[in-house]
């Protein structure tokens, strides 16, 4: 799923809403792949409002540790026109990731709005940050991606019902349902399937499940998938 943040810039004196309550970026993609071997990956930032904004690109780790650059954007600082579009570039730096699992980026896009025409001394604009998931691929695990949900299992343990992902890929649990209707889950609960990360387990809280259960999982092309679990 797609996180928006959204910042406030300016003072608090005249609350500029209309178009620059709304994202202006779009991008094509809610996930990326960045496959290793690759010399880079791609994607399209589009201004889809009538004025030329300002681009900032970065990179946040999940995986690794805040301070480790392992790839960078290009350009991480742009400018697009209105109705036009910013290739950015993502290139892999270094060496340091795992070859034998997946590694998990958030990838940020935020906008720099321009100040309002009309605008007389300080005002309020409203920055939104496009986030979405970035996920580094091995080679070596490319060929067992397909499916692999099918691996995930549950494990009740004191009383708690856990998904177990014994496998070296990222998954993103959108829903869990029980004959065909969905478990209720908190939201904190929901966040925490949503990157379930490898060899990891994450938490259904003390929700009883019977025979029948079924995860929905985001695939690599932003598409949801069913799979029946033990």
Sequence with gaps: MNKVKTLLMGSVVTLILSSQAMAAFSLNG???IYHEGSKNLSFEVTNT????YGGQVWLDNVTHGKEDVH????????????KQK??????KVGDGMPGDRESLFWLNVQEVPPKPKDAEGSYLAIAMNTQVKLIYRPKILAAGRQGAEKKVTRVNRDGVTYLK??????????DVKQDGQSV???SALAEGIAVLAPHSEASLGKAVLGKKVTIDTVNDWGGVDTHSID
Excluded: E
């Design 184 to 186: 209720p889950l908190s």
């Design 165 to 174: 992902n014994p496998t070296p890929y990222y998954f993103a649990v959108s």
């Design 71 to 82: 790839i960078i954007p290009s350009p991480p600082f742009f400018k697009v026109g209105d």
């Design 30 to 32: 809610t996930r990326f």
């Design 86 to 91: 910013q290739i950015v570039r993502l290139l």
């Design 49 to 52: 409002a009538s004025d030329t």
